[in-house]
């Protein structure tokens, strides 16, 4: 199997720059060899089947590594991340020099584990709305997790 990713598009560099996010540089390196083929992957979004998409095929230990042992929290990145996506579109949208209106989206879901999986945060037994009836309600082990849809204009 050939590898898919040599180098990292510049688009990509600048938009992990204009986070200002304080990693040392094998982090930052971690971070877009991560988000670069988690973007080009139609496989599995497994550690593994992301690094044999680089070119080297580093060991997928260290992007394990390196997603337990950096020292930041999920908001470290999220809010950066969320902040200048709003920016770019508001931007965008400007030039555009028409009148817009912003829709937003919200919805929630729950995704289903095994009865096995037990140690990760986020997993829980969670009610699930789609499977209960009025005089019985389900529960199922899972996560939820919520979305948000933003829409300004044609953006």
Do not use: C
């Amino acid at each position: 199997m050939l590898t898919a990713i040599v180098q990292h598009p510049d688009e990509l560099i600048a938009f992990i720059t204009a986070l200002n996010l304080v990693l040392y540089q094998p982090q930052i390196r971690h971070l877009l060899q991560m988000v670069d083929a988690l973007i080009t992957s139609n496989d599995t979004k497994t550690i593994s089947g992301l690094y044999r998409l680089l070119k080297g095929q580093p060991d997928p230990k260290n992007g394990a590594d390196f997603l337990r042992e950096s020292p930041w929290e999920p908001n470290d990145i999220g809010s950066p991340r969320k902040r200048w996506m709003v920016t770019k579109f508001l931007e965008l949208a400007s030039k555009v020099n028409i009148s817009f209106d912003i829709f937003i989206g919200i919805d929630d879901s729950l995704g289903k584990k095994g009865k096995a999986s037990k140690h990760l945060d986020a997993v829980d037994y969670h009610h699930d709305h789609n499977e209960s009836i009025k005089k019985k309600p389900a529960y199922i082990n899972g996560y939820i997790y919520v979305e948000l849809h933003l829409q300004f204009g044609p953006f």
